[in-house]
């Protein structure tokens, strides 16, 4: 379970998230979804132990999170897949488990591959491969990690419409035969809908402390504003987007976040 308390995130004088709290239950799919800048990123990137909280704190399973990163329990995909240009697809699924000092499962990393769709691509290098293909590889290598939770930033941000819907049922079917973990941070609002078990909607601008501050700040720092639990049966595909209900639950989320605009 991963447990937020209270967390403040400041960068110098910028307050980019302001006492925010959560808790996210084992298996849990949760997104994020919020306007440029609101902090999500911040968040994502404390839970995982890359940014140290200026107040309150972050728990993964009772553990910092720098614990449960060196322990491999935690698995990033960002926007920018971080794959490494000299190594092939397989060796990219593989490299990372074996930095983390894990038994090598060439064979795993192989099906994880075909189960993503590169069934014939394990030999190719990113540069041959397309922008879904690079994030299906860095997707397959979270999950050969061996990590109890992803956390995913902006993913299939840079794919486009009809890639990025491919992806969002191929990592509700991954998720479900793997049962992560899953914070998922994101623009888009049926995405964050479509994918969640919950959708935290996050908003703010960052506020600038100092003397005459907070409330001379440039806006209000990040803060969870509003929580929605998405009712929509799983398992969910494509037809989904036509449904009633996930009108209705996109059209509230968005409520969510102009109401704070
Ligand atoms: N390393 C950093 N140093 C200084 N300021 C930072 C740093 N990282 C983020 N910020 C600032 O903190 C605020 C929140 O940034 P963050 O990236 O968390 O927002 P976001 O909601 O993820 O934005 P986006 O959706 O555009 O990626 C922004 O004002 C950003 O400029």
Redesign the pocket.
């Known amino acids: 379970m991963i447990d937020v308390r209270n967390l403040s995130v400041s ?2 004088d ?1 307050r ?1 998230l302001d006492d925010v709290s959560v808790d996210i239950a084992d298996g849990e799919f949760v997104t994020v979804v ?1 306007p ?7 968040l994502l990137r404390t839970i995982g132990g890359l940014e140290s909280p200026t107040t309150g704190r972050v728990r993964v399973d009772g553990d910092p999170p720098e614990v449960a990163q060196s322990d491999a329990r935690l698995g990033f995909v960002f926007q920018d897949h971080t794959l490494l240009p000299w190594k092939t697809a397989l060796e990219n699924v593989t490299f990372l488990r074996r930095m983390a000092g894990k038994e090598p499962d060439s064979e795993g990393a192989r099906d994880l591959l075909a189960t993503t769709g590169l069934d014939g691509f394990e030999d190719a290098r990113p540069a041959e491969l397309s922008g879904g293909m690079k994030q299906r590889v860095a997707i397959a290598r979270a999950i050969h990690l061996g990590a109890d939770v992803l956390l995913m930033d902006e993913p299939f941000g840079e794919l486009d419409e009809i890639t990025r819907d491919e992806m969002g049922v191929e990592i509700l079917r991954l998720w479900r035969e793997n049962r992560k973990t899953v914070v998922f ?1 994101t ?1 888009s609002v049926p995405e964050a809908v479509f994918l969640g078990d919950r959708c935290l909607v996050v908003s703010g601008a ?1 506020a600038v402390d100092g003397p005459t501050s907070p409330a001379s700040g440039t806006g209000a720092p ?1 803060r969870i504003v509003a929580e929605f639990d998405i009712d929509l049966p799983r398992p969910r595909d494509e037809s989904v987007f036509g449904s009633e209900a996930f009108g209705r639950a996109v059209a509230e989320v968005r409520g969510a976040l102009h109401d704070d605009a």
């Open positions: 960068y110098g910028l980019a919020g440029s800048g609101c902090g999500k990123t911040t941070v623009h960052p990040g």
